[in-house]
């Protein structure tokens, strides 16, 4: 279940050890936390260049991968990342050196990987994972 951004909030969920998933979800990374580069980022990577690939493949575009913004990982069923990152499409592809930004959900599953989504993010607009709280639990 993916977080809509008119879900109600709870602000009095309990605080998560950043080392588990106990309440359901996990900050992987933030590149605007000074220092926060955990070890399983790389673990994520792919599943950065699976989302960029999937939007591409959907719209016959050449976006490749800028910046990693953030990253948060919610227990369900497997696992589902809600990504942010930014993108420039190729100069072939009529692309400039302005990178734009995305959202997408990428689910990891026992026996199969799927992009949920990926899309190119209006400029001011919120994303899931810009309002998930500390503890969401997706399965709750």
């Known amino acids: 279940m993916a977080l ?3 879900d109600k909030l709870n602000d ?3 605080d998560c050890d950043d080392n588990d998933f106990y309440c359901g979800h996990k900050l992987m990374y933030d590149r605007d936390t000074p220092g926060y580069f ?13 989302a960029i690939d999937s939007y591409n493949q959907q719209h016959s575009k ?18 589902d ?7 420039a499409a190729s100069k072939e ?24 989504y990926v899309y190119v993010v209006a400029e001011g607009a919120t ?13 709750g």
Not at 96 to 114: C, L, M, N, Y
């Open 4 to 6: 809509r951004l008119t």
């Open 12 to 14: 009095d969920e309990p």
């Open 38 to 50: 955990p070890p399983n980022l790389e673990a994520c990577i792919p599943l950065v260049d699976l």
């Open 62 to 79: 050449d976006y490749r991968v800028v910046e990693i913004v953030r990253i948060i990982a919610a227990v369900c069923s497997g696992i």
């Open 81 to 87: 990342l809600y990504m942010k990152f930014t993108a």
């Open 93 to 116: 592809d009529g692309g400039s050196d302005a990178a734009v930004t995305f959202g997408a959900e990428v689910h990891k599953g026992i026996t199969e990987t799927t992009v949920e």
């Open 127 to 139: 994303l899931p994972v810009d309002v998930l709280p500390a503890c969401y639990n997706p399965c």
